[in-house]
């Protein structure tokens, strides 16, 4: 029986390839968008539970306010975690890493720069999974100069050879020598932290201050298994007061108890190793985290992709059902059972879902290399290699052939053999009402993502054209130029000298890309009592006008005024937020140092407020001192052979330089301080119109099926004298209504979402009703054009043979 079915399945199949290949296709990109999207998402919800010990490790992490500006940092400070570890029992293991930047190394005559390097305590690999494929995990990090290298690592600086044992030497600590003492396999993509070296922190003596007004260090905990986290986190309450109270109080000259009074915060915290990468709005962050509510949205378009494909097989299938309505009365007078029709039906509809899947693999085999550069990521589709991939794929595929084939299979088998013998086959009322229903949900879903996708774009045209408050067009960043050393003022005059450069300046603060992030906190006059947090940026003479900031009121750092070591430059929000809103100019800023000492600044300008961090976050109190910084090297130019002027600033680099010349471009830090949003804004507008694509399939299967109902009405109205325009009026009305019903009802969803997806930024723009008005522009001309190509052509048929037909 089960041969018989497959073979009138088949040939049935065979018969109405247009039918069969539309379906085919819509379920193919539908199952390939569901299935692009469950890979993503896969991906995001893995970070980091590869560690054997995923589930109990927390992070501790840092939260305060003071005068209402808020502190949240990823690192803590250097006892934390042996103080958690030895006032908590619950607390198993703490260990820490320290970041210690991009170091060159040096092994016989070459010498390479390596990313990623960090400082860890010797439990470190007890307490992450990074398997040593030599070493031992419990004594590798126990010498102050070993190291512990990754296997991509090894393999580029020594080959086919063994490296344990052997030593590198570390350009930028002196030339100091680092034993390897292991190897780690490569750390996890899908991990919230990547280094290639690992160092002893028993090197550093700093890792073992009491400071609790420091923070530099990343620490994890190891709980007990099933343990709430939020106990211990409770318990942790008094644990600043405890430890930080005396340093505070002889920094700030108060009291912790007092320095809460006032309204301030300061609290230790965990966060959940596994909750880091998409759900962690922390500063200084290894590495830049998703957002879990993408995972949220991505996951509701595979939903609704699926779902839409599956509504277009039933458009499509029912629009038909006049094709086989003989084919089912003579079946039922030959003795079949609805039952067995049933089965018929459900049988043809996971054919052409098998087949549709069998597609979707080689469609998502094609498009993945484009979608992991597009979304950053590194995916794969290794059917053998998941767990999860083969089941997964099964059920897809049978949940789509059941769900698209059921409503037809139990539609067609219904017929009364009678009636449609007699040739007076018609649908039903509630087969229409549910027809119109399911076109309404698609264009519903349909127009949420066109809103959606044009509210994204405009966001992101405000933040490229928003005025940021200094010139990023044409700044060159030349990195690390503390390597020219004593050589540095010879090395910006040479570059004064060009006529393509406009000014250079020395600093490490950047107002885009990585900065550096302090907790300055000072209070002006006497009032000790008003201190208020600020970023601090050390900065030459030039750095203002390089960059091409304003001043509101007062002056630059000058030369010409000796006392300006002392001088300091604030922004308005700084302004404001010390109560000097009228004129700052000459008022006096003190900074507690950690030592207990003072100083003490006088203001000399007031700089106009601007974007030193995304448009996520809004403008706080910053101040500017002198100092020489000399981490990176700020050239302004003017030119339109920048590639030249590259190539020239490179030619004095190299003979003063001892390592090799790097450099940036400011625009394209600000361009990659968005690039989360940029990138999941291009996928949404792929999917949208992925969406709106299969959506039409199912609109063009419906108005299909009106035009085949309504034959005989055409042709009368042709023979009366009716027009082809007045005949695709009268055809498209009723797809009109049904998109606009779909709008209305789409309209305040849609609004809700984007508004709640803007308040992620500090500085948006108003939703309006322009977005809306194209949106449904969009939907009523896609729905024009499609209705009209199948209209047309009932509109230019030969009214004879229609009538004929009847």
């Known amino acids: 029986m089960l041969k018989n079915y497959f073979k009138i399945a088949i040939r049935t199949l065979l018969r109405h390839k247009t039918f069969t290949s539309i379906n085919i296709f819509g379920l193919a ?4 968008t569901c299935l692009l999207i469950m890979l993503f998402v896969q991906n995001e919800l893995s970070y980091d539970r590869f560690n054997e010990k995923a589930d109990r490790i927390v992070r501790v992490v840092f939260r305060g306010s003071v005068q209402g500006e808020k502190m949240k940092e990823a690192s803590v400070m250097p006892p934390v975690a042996q103080t958690l570890q030895k006032d908590f029992p619950e607390v198993l293991e703490a260990t820490r890493l320290r970041k210690a930047g991009y170091p060159h190394i040096t092994l016989g005559d070459k010498t390479f720069k390596e990313y990623g390097f960090a400082y860890v305590d010797s439990n470190f690999f007890h307490v992450f999974t990074f398997p040593l494929l030599q070493g031992d995990p419990k004594t590798a990090l126990l010498d102050p100069n070993s190291i512990v290298i990754s296997e991509t690592m090894a393999k580029k600086y020594f080959g086919n050879e063994n490296p344990m044992g052997k030593v590198l030497t570390f350009k930028d600590w002196g030339n100091s020598g680092f034993k390897i003492s292991g190897i780690m396999r490569d750390i996890p993509s899908n991990a919230h932290f990547h280094f290639n070296v690992f160092g002893s922190m028993t090197r550093l003596p700093e890792s073992r201050e009491p400071s609790w007004m420091t923070s530099e260090y990343y620490t994890y905990l190891v709980l007990p298994s099933g343990y709430d986290y939020k106990k211990l986190e409770t318990k942790m309450s008094g644990v600043m007061e405890k430890y930080s109270g005396p340093q505070v109080e002889k920094a700030f000259g108060m009291s912790f108890s007092q320095f809460l009074q006032k309204g301030n915060q300061l609290g230790l915290f965990l966060q959940p190793l596994e909750d880091i990468h998409l759900h962690s709005d922390l500063n200084l962050e290894m590495e830049a985290g998703s957002d879990i509510r993408y995972v949220y949205i991505f996951t509701a378009i595979a939903v609704f992709m699926l779902l839409i494909a599956c509504i277009n097989f039933m458009n499509l299938s029912t629009a038909g059902a006049s094709k086989r309505a003989r084919e089912v009365g003579i079946r039922k007078v030959m003795g079949s059972l609805k039952a067995q029709l049933i089965k018929q039906f459900l049988l043809e509809s996971l054919l052409i879902t098998a ?7 080689a469609l998502v085999y094609w498009v993945l290399p484009f979608f992991n550069h597009l979304s950053g990521k590194n995916l ?21 052939g059941f769900l698209a084939g059921s409503y037809p299979a139990f539609y067609l088998s219904s017929f009364n053999p009678v009636t449609v013998l007699k040739g007076k086959f018609s649908s039903n009322k509630n087969s229409i009402t549910l027809r119109s229903t399911l076109v309404v949900f698609q264009f519903c879903i349909s127009i949420i993502l066109i ?11 405000f933040i490229q054209n928003t005025k940021l408050g200094y010139d990023k067009d044409q700044v060159l960043v030349v990195e690390e130029s503390y390597w020219l050393g004593k050589n540095q003022d010879v090395f910006k005059q040479k570059l004064l000298k060009d006529p393509r450069v406009v000014n250079v300046s020395s600093s490490g603060y950047l107002p885009a890309g990585y900065s550096y992030n302090n907790n300055n906190m000072m209070y002006p006059e006497n009032k000790s009592d008003q201190l208020v947090k600020t970023l601090r940026y050390d900065v030459d003479y030039n750095y203002i006008s390089t ?3 304003k001043m509101v009121s007062g002056r630059n750092f000058s030369k010409s005024f000796g006392t300006d070591s002392l001088g300091i430059i604030i922004n308005e929000e700084a302004a404001k937020a010390f109560g000097w809103r009228n004129n700052a100019l000459g008022h006096l800023l003190t900074r507690p140092q950690n030592d207990g000492t003072k100083a003490t600044y006088h203001v000399v300008g007031v700089v106009k407020n601007f974007y030193f961090r995304s448009l996520h976050e809004r403008i ?11 981490e990176n090297i700020i050239v302004k130019a003017r030119t339109k052979d920048m590639a030249g002027l590259v190539a020239a600033i490179k030619k004095e680099w190299d003979p003063l330089a001892e390592s090799s010349f790097a450099f940036s471009f400011l625009d394209e830090r600000v361009n990659n301080t968005y690039n989360a949003e940029q990138k999941m804004g291009m996928i949404l507008g792929i999917f949208a119109g992925l969406t709106i694509f299969v959506a039409c399939l199912g609109l063009f299967g419906l108005a299909t099926f009106t035009a085949e109902q309504r034959t005989k009405e055409i042709g009368i109205r042709k023979v009366l004298g009716a027009t082809v325009s007045s005949i695709v009026t009268l055809l498209s009305r009723d797809f009109l209504k049904l998109v606009s019903i779909a709008f209305v009802i789409a309209t305040p969803i849609a609004w809700f979402m984007m508004n709640k997806w803007l308040q992620d930024f500090a500085y948006r723009i108003p939703i309006g009703i322009w977005g809306f ?3 449904a522009v969009l939907a009523i001309s896609i729905t024009l054009i499609t209705v009209s190509f199948r209209a047309i052509k009932a509109a230019t048929d030969n009214p004879v043979d229609s009538l004929r037909s009847e």
Request: charged residues 0%; aromatic residues 4%; proline residues 3%.
């Open 29 to 32: 990109i539908g199952i390939s």
């Open 355 to 361: 087949v549709a899947l069998l597609i979707s693999l």
């Open 380 to 400: 794969s589709l290794n059917l053998l290699g998941s767990s999860w991939l083969i089941p997964g794929l099964l059920l897809i595929g049978l949940f789509t």
């Open 451 to 461: 809103v959606g996708t044009i509210i994204v774009y405009k966001q992101l045209a």
């Open 547 to 549: 960059l091409g900031m």
């Open 620 to 630: 706080s109190p910053l101040v500017m001192v002198l100092s020489g910084n000399s």
């Open 773 to 775: 008005v194209l949106a």
